[in-house]
């Protein structure tokens, strides 16, 4: 098991909603990437935190946000919320000493919106 | 931009053969490249990465993958798989300016006593 924990595990909600979830990183890890895996696919980077600041964004729209505090902790929120938004929402943490440094992930946050 | 395939679904084999799972990238500069890892219901667990160096890196459980620059391949393998090996796997790449990781669509691994 990694040290990434991520609240609730699982979350039902209605179309139209706001929904945060959240992630707690691995100690010594000041880098956090938010990821959504639809069923069947892959993982698909939505955006990464580094030191509190945003630092990349993938192809998600603004209604999509998040959050870095300075314990390196992470929340992201979805805001209008859709069907096609129903997925597993993967949080990752990393080290910044160099870009060959894996990510380690939580165990995921299941969204269905109904 | 970068890119992963993984051109089988899903890879059949009994227990006790070798297994392969194939990958191939694209990526602009020298890359990085990940397998990991999903059981059900569970995050992703790293198995292994090359950064540079030799060819043949090995991961966690018995698995090592093969770097082929020509071929742009990555593929994972295992001499001898277990039953316990049936899982989702994933390969991922990213390119030395730190963008974030680009996976796969992933391979189902099935092993068969």
């Known amino acids: 098991e990694t040290g990434v924990t991520q609240s609730p595990t699982h979350l039902i909600k209605t179309r139209g909603q706001q929904v945060t979830l959240r992630c707690s990183s691995q100690s010594g890890h000041n880098t956090v990437s938010w990821y959504q895996q639809a069923l069947g696919q892959g993982p698909q980077f939505i955006f990464q935190?580094?030191?509190?600041?945003?630092?990349g964004r993938g192809n998600f729209p603004p209604r999509f946000s998040g959050l870095q505090f300075p314990n390196y902790s992470s929340e992201l929120n979805v805001n209008a919320l859709e069907l096609d938004d129903s997925a597993l929402y993967l949080c990752?943490?990393?080290?910044?000493?160099?870009?060959?440094?894996?990510?380690?992930f939580g165990q995921g946050t299941r969204l269905t919106v109904v | 931009a970068q890119s992963v395939a993984q051109p089988e679904d899903q890879v059949n084999v009994a227990e006790g053969n070798p297994l392969t799972v194939k990958c191939t990238y694209s990526v602009s500069g020298n890359p990085y490249l990940f397998w990991y890892v999903q059981y059900p219901n569970r995050g992703l667990q790293f198995l292994l990465k090359y950064i540079t160096g030799d060819n043949l890196v090995k991961g966690s459980y018995g698995f090592e993958a093969e770097f082929n620059k020509s071929q742009t391949s990555f593929h994972l393998k295992k001499p001898s798989a277990l039953v316990s090996d049936s899982a989702l796997y994933f390969c991922?790449?990213?390119?030395?300016?730190?963008?974030?990781?680009?996976f796969g669509k992933g391979t189902r691994l099935s092993v068969i006593a």
């Open positions: 990752a943490s990393s080290t910044r000493q160099g870009e060959a440094t894996e990510a380690f």
């Open positions: 935190y580094y030191r509190e600041e945003e630092n």
């Open positions: 991922a790449v990213r390119d030395i300016r730190n963008t974030p990781l680009v």
